[in-house]
């Protein structure tokens, strides 16, 4: 049973940082993405920041680059999000997902590249301007 747990959120001032970590359990392919969407109240989920596990290879959303950055603890089968310069706009339940995808090394948000996707419950993160 594939299991993904969040943890990391919380309420922080622009400008500030938050450690996000996703700790997972039980998702047995050898090559597969992981990473990070986001909602925001009304609006859709869209992707923040992914990594190909097996090449460390990453992708980020415009919105997020240079402030947003993914990791990956392979003894604690655990991922990161650090975040830093955060702003109101990202102001989200952020999510951890892992999921194989078609496109080789480099993953894709699209929902359309993704295959045996699982969740995990979310972390809010809550900026004030």
């Known amino acids: 049973q594939v299991q993904l747990a969040e943890s990391g959120g919380g309420s922080v001032q622009a400008g500030g940082s938050l450690r996000l970590s996703c700790a997972a359990s039980g998702y047995d392919y050898s090559n597969y993405c992981m990473g990070w969407f986001r909602q925001a109240q009304g609006k859709e989920r869209e992707g923040v920041a992914l990594m190909y596990i097996a090449g460390g290879r990453t992708n980020y959303a415009d919105s997020v680059k240079g402030r947003f950055t993914i990791s990956q603890d392979n003894v604690k089968n655990t991922l990161y999000l650090q975040m830093n310069s955060l702003r109101f706009e990202d102001t989200a339940m952020y999510f951890c997902?892992?999921?194989?995808?078609?496109?080789?090394?480099?993953?894709?948000?699209?929902?359309?590249?993704?295959?045996?996707?699982?969740w995990g419950q979310g972390t809010l993160v809550t900026v004030a301007s």
């Open positions: 997902a892992v999921f194989i995808g078609n496109t080789g090394d480099y993953c894709s948000f699209d929902r359309q590249n993704r295959y045996l996707e699982h």
